[in-house]
């Protein structure tokens, strides 16, 4: 007998909601290793992550879940169906087809090529020796170029992969957005160059001790709105975050003794992300939608938070009392603007992960042009070290001494992750649109923020981004939020203008 309409939807949403348990216990193992884990325990989690890895991939490629689908996808079905149960066939049609389109030699093949590819990385990153991963970094481009062409794609293969972080974004889309902000961003460096002010970062270069910092990171969250009854902040080697559910959201962060930046803005940007995922409707949250539209919609969360936020003066307006009450003597002296200027000195230098937020960006694009010539057969991955070092003299002006700060910094290409790097980019141009409009929306944020209300934020993000999860694709979501498409312009304007502030011309 034929089921209802109704009654297939609710089939898949128990499918569903079993598949969200299954990938969110995962994820508390994945917590654990990386925050409590003793270093013996790694043998034993990798087979415990590869079994119930190995269930959810049974169960969502699952033929039954492919008969639910292709019945509620019937135009007739659909007309019956409310606007969220069409958003779930939609997302886990998607995932279901990515999960089903690669045959299992590849993702087998893929698996083990990258297992490799992160260890000869590792040892390669060491002794500064490109030779070392080279033959696996082939391996792995030659399984993802194989990878795209089996989940197809309409006019470059390397938009099969972006898909898979950036639903619905192309090269063809993204490449000319970034050009225009490589283009500009390098005239603005060029500005900074001309500038007499050099900001002093000093104040922050000082002995902070950890209890200090931890208690103010707590204060700034709180007073983002971090429920710490639905989560918890830890210590881990590279901050993340990652989430069980709405409900239970675990950020990590990493402290520098002598650097009180490092963990106060890993703490706001992590604290960013776990917003976005505190935010997601609990009616979304085992039901397919309850996660990011993208990963660039989720870092747009971060870097609003960290940059647009964490890095201006109204913010240092509010924060600096509440500092200098912790670490009276490192602190008593300084200013908001001080400490505004502080924390956005611009520096050309070789490592991404720490660069400023206006060179960041020329890292991702170098990043990004690679890739995409690797995955379309138009460079060799023998070729990456010398295109590497030139781009960077081109880009930043600046000379690479070694591979191991150099092409090798990076663990995404080891990891196969290609595709992963422009959502980077793509986080700060849609935090920048959703910031201006944050601004026209709220006429005195400023003030607002200098008095410590970042719940005026808060709300807007939740009433036009977190509310949704996973229910719109990107474009749909920042068309919706700020009545317009993608548009690079804002993120320029905002640069130029901030920058010009900090470093003004002679
Ligand atoms: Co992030």
């Known amino acids: 007998m034929r089921l209802t309409p109704q009654e297939q939807m609710n089939e898949l949403r128990e499918r569903v909601a079993e598949i969200v348990d299954l990938g969110q216990a995962a994820a508390v193992l994945g917590w654990d290793q990386e925050t409590m884990m003793p270093p013996k325990g790694a043998e034993y989690r990798a087979t415990q992550q590869a079994t119930l890895h190995g269930v959810i991939h049974e169960r969502l490629t699952n033929a039954r879940i492919g008969e639910l689908l292709s019945s509620l996808e019937e135009p007739d079905v659909q007309s019956t169906l409310s606007e969220v149960d069409r958003a779930i066939v939609r997302v886990i049609r998607r995932d279901y087809d990515r999960a089903t389109k690669l045959p299992e030699s590849l993702v087998k093949d893929l698996a083990m090529a990258t297992t490799r590819g992160v260890e000869s990385w590792r040892r390669a990153r060491r002794e500064s020796r490109w030779e070392i991963f080279a033959p696996d970094l082939k391996r792995i481009v030659e399984l993802k170029r194989r990878e795209a062409s089996c989940i197809g794609y309409k006019e470059h293969p390397y938009d099969a992969l972006l898909d898979e972080f950036e639903p ?10 970034l050009n225009q902000l490589r283009n500009e961003t390098v005239a603005l ?38 429920d710490f009854e639905a989560g918890r902040e830890d210590t881990s080697a590279h901050p993340f975050t990652t989430s069980f559910g709405p409900t239970d959201v675990r ?23 776990a917003l976005y995922d505190q935010g997601i409707p609990p009616g979304f949250a085992r039901n397919g939608l309850g996660e990011s539209a993208s990963l660039g919609i989720h870092e747009s969360q971060s870097r609003l938070w960290e940059n647009f936020i964490g890095r201006s003066l ?71 070290p010398r295109l590497w070092n030139e781009k960077m003299r081109d880009l930043l002006g600046i000379d690479v001494p070694n591979d191991a700060v150099g092409v090798l910094q990076d663990t995404h290409w080891g990891s196969g992750l290609f595709g992963y790097f422009p959502t980077y980019s793509l986080g700060n141009l849609y935090a920048a649109q959703l910031w201006a409009t944050i601004r026209r929306d709220v006429p005195d944020l400023d003030h607002r923020l200098s008095q410590g209300d970042f719940q005026v934020v808060l709300s807007w993000l939740r009433q036009k981004i977190h509310r949704f999860g996973r229910m719109y694709t990107p474009s749909e979501l920042i068309q919706q939020a700020t009545g317009e498409p993608l548009n690079p312009q804002y993120l320029i304007r905002y640069l130029n203008d901030k920058y010009r502030a900090i470093y003004p011309p002679a």
């Open 168 to 177: 619905g974004a192309t090269a063809s889309q993204i490449g000319p957005l």
């Open 189 to 226: 460096l060029a500005r900074i160059d001309q500038s007499p002010r050099r900001p002093d970062r000093t104040v922050l270069e000082q002995p902070y001790a950890i209890a200090g910092q931890k208690a103010f990171g707590e204060l700034i969250l709180r007073q983002m709105g971090f």
């Open 251 to 273: 950020i990590t962060t990493r402290y520098d003794e002598n650097d009180l930046a490092t963990a106060l803005y890993a703490t706001i940007h992590e604290g960013g992300h």
């Open 314 to 384: 109204p913010f240092w307006q509010f924060a600096l009392p509440r500092l200098i009450e912790i670490f009276p003597s490192q602190v008593d002296n300084a200013s908001p603007e001080t400490m505004f200027g502080a924390v956005n000195r611009v520096a050309r230098s070789l490592i991404r992960v720490e660069a400023d937020e206006v060179t960041y960006n020329l890292h991702i694009i170098l990043r990004f042009e690679l890739e995409l010539a690797l995955i379309a057969n138009e460079i060799d991955v023998d070729d990456l």
